[in-house]
């Protein structure tokens, strides 16, 4: 089964930097979109950025010019720097990638969504 595991998240002061991670695992065949969201306490998740298999990246308006989002196509993995951060930055952010592969132990090029577990970065004033 695919699996997504974030890692990176911290307690963090406003003005710093993080790094998030998230590799993805099990039986894969192709990974389509990848992206990052966030969840607030008593908010909505929301779609932080975005990158397509070929690299078109897209970004919340909130984050533009100060997160970038990458990915490693070997390592089946995402990345999202994140700089300047701020108090309202503070949520549990979330791993999203569509997967074509193994699927209920069924091979299948269609793509499914699948979700990491979350990671929480607290950014503090």
């Known amino acids: 089964q695919v699996q997504l595991k974030e890692s990176g998240g911290d307690f963090v002061q406003s003005g710093g930097s993080l790094r998030l991670s998230c590799a993805a695992s099990?039986?894969?065949?192709?990974?389509?979109?990848m992206a990052w969201y966030r969840q607030a306490p008593g908010k909505e998740r929301e779609l932080v950025a975005d990158i397509t298999s070929g690299g078109r990246t897209s970004y919340a308006d909130s984050v533009k010019d100060r997160f970038i989002i990458s990915r490693d196509s070997s390592r089946k993995a995402v990345y999202l720097q994140m700089n300047s951060l701020k108090t309202d930055d503070t949520a549990v952010y979330y791993c999203?990638?569509?997967?074509?592969?193994?699927?209920?132990?069924?091979?299948?090029?269609?793509?499914?969504?699948?979700w990491g577990q979350g990671t929480q970065v607290t950014v503090s004033s």
């Open positions: 999203y990638a569509k997967v074509s592969g193994q699927r209920f132990g069924i091979w299948s090029n269609e793509e499914y969504p699948y």
């Open positions: 099990g039986g894969i065949s192709a990974i389509g979109v």
